[in-house]
């Protein structure tokens, strides 16, 4: 039995094909290619907003190496920086979209009720 939800075996019986195969693999090839640390304008991005962004880690994930986590937690420490719980893993879509779904929720009502209370005291 499949741990792969119905939605994401339709999609790679009914979808997937050699073209956005190739499309996707070129793309982590890329990505592999040209990123390799995050440059001054995205340090830039990330400090002048950083309260309004979540950073999700997967604890286990060689895409994202904790190091990656750990670099970013001590850079920003008053940032949204957090480790996924275990087993949740870059491609989180196809078996925890529903604990990522709940983690971002949860995120944006936090940030939400923040800037009422921050609106009312103005």
């Excluded at 090839?29 to 640390?37: A, D, M, T």
């Excluded at 949204?80 to 949740?88: D, K, M, P, Q």
């Excluded at 929720?105 to 800037?115: C, E, G, N, P, R």
């Amino acid at each position: 039995m499949s741990s792969l939800s119905d939605e994401a075996r339709y999609v790679i019986a009914n979808k997937l094909n050699y073209y956005s195969l190739m499309n996707i693999l070129y793309m982590a090839y890329c990505e592999g290619q040209e990123i390799g640390e995050v440059d001054e304008e995205c340090r830039s991005i990330i400090k002048d907003h950083h309260e309004n962004m979540l950073f999700l880690y997967g604890r286990t994930d060689n895409y994202t190496p904790l190091s990656y986590y750990e670099d970013l937690l001590t850079s920003y420490p008053n940032g949204n920086i957090e480790l996924a719980e275990e087993g949740v893993k870059h491609a989180f879509v196809l078996r925890h979209s529903d604990v990522v779904a709940a983690k971002v929720h949860d995120f944006l009502v936090q940030a939400m009720s923040k800037k009422v209370s921050n609106e009312t005291i103005l």
